[in-house]
């Protein structure tokens, strides 16, 4: 069954570059979810798109933004890096409904900011 | 604002032992409980959930938790663990009843590492 795609698997940039993640969600799922996992640290919400609108934000810093398109693959784009975004980055999709469809989640993109 | 907390950061256990990680959540209100399993180098999976009915649920692979209200528990258990258990067990919750995209935004516990020896 398709999963969860995400790319890179792996990035490394230095401080103050931009860097920029693709998720795209299982087929006909409609929902985007970004989180980021810190070393050590447990997954935390980002950010959340549905039918390519901005659904719900969580600690996303302002020099992040990201975006869903039309064929519902999702952007997150980060600027101005900083070591503290080395992290795990992973994303999740779903069938928009009340209490519904577990969330699928993808392998990540490890970034890693030098 | 929801928090979830799990009692042990690394569990390690010889395999055929029995498994209880600790989970416990603060909310004001109703929520849903979860916990996933994330197998080195790979995303997170759904080993169960709990949204309503009876609080003893089962799941994925022979896991089993334990929702006590009073407590604010969910716990995970297993009665004998695999050497393939080994892994990184995340419990989380949602607002109950968090319709449409707010039932993704998840908040996660800190995580327990599990080490099965064989």
């Known amino acids: 069954a398709a999963g969860v795609i995400q790319s890179p698997r792996h990035l490394i940039k230095e401080k103050r570059e931009t860097a920029t993640l693709k998720c795209y969600p299982i087929?006909?799922?409609?929902?985007v979810y970004w989180y980021q996992q810190g070393p050590g640290q447990d997954p935390q919400f980002l950010i959340s798109?549905?039918?390519?609108?901005?659904?719900d934000k969580g600690s996303i810093p302002d020099r992040f933004s990201a975006q869903q398109f039309s064929d519902y693959h999702s952007e997150l784009n980060m600027s101005s890096l900083e070591l503290g975004d080395s992290a795990l980055y992973f994303c999740?999709?779903?069938?928009?409904?009340?209490?519904?469809?577990?969330?699928?989640f993808g392998n990540g993109t490890r970034l890693t900011v030098t | 604002a929801q928090s979830v907390s799990q009692h042990n950061h690394h569990v390690i256990l010889s395999e055929a032992a029995s498994l209880e990680l600790g989970c416990n959540y603060s909310?004001?209100?109703?929520?849903?409980l979860f916990w996933y399993v994330q197998y080195p180098g790979q995303h997170l999976q759904l080993l169960l959930k709990?949204?309503?009915?009876?609080?003893l649920v089962k799941g994925i692979k022979g896991f089993e938790a334990e929702f006590i209200k009073s407590k604010f528990s969910f716990n995970l258990r297993k009665p004998s663990v695999q050497w393939s258990d080994t892994a990184e067990y995340f419990c989380?919750?949602?607002?109950?009843?968090?319709?449409?995209?707010?039932?993704?935004?998840?908040?996660f516990g800190q995580g327990t590492i599990l080490t099965v020896h064989p």
């Open positions: 999740a999709s779903s069938e928009r409904q009340a209490g519904g469809s577990p969330l699928h």
């Open positions: 087929p006909r799922h409609d929902t």
């Open positions: 798109f549905y039918e390519k609108m901005q659904s």
């Open positions: 909310y004001g209100g109703t929520v849903n």
């Open positions: 709990y949204f309503s009915g009876d609080p």
């Open positions: 989380a919750v949602n607002e109950a009843w968090a319709g449409g995209t707010s039932y993704g935004k998840l908040t």
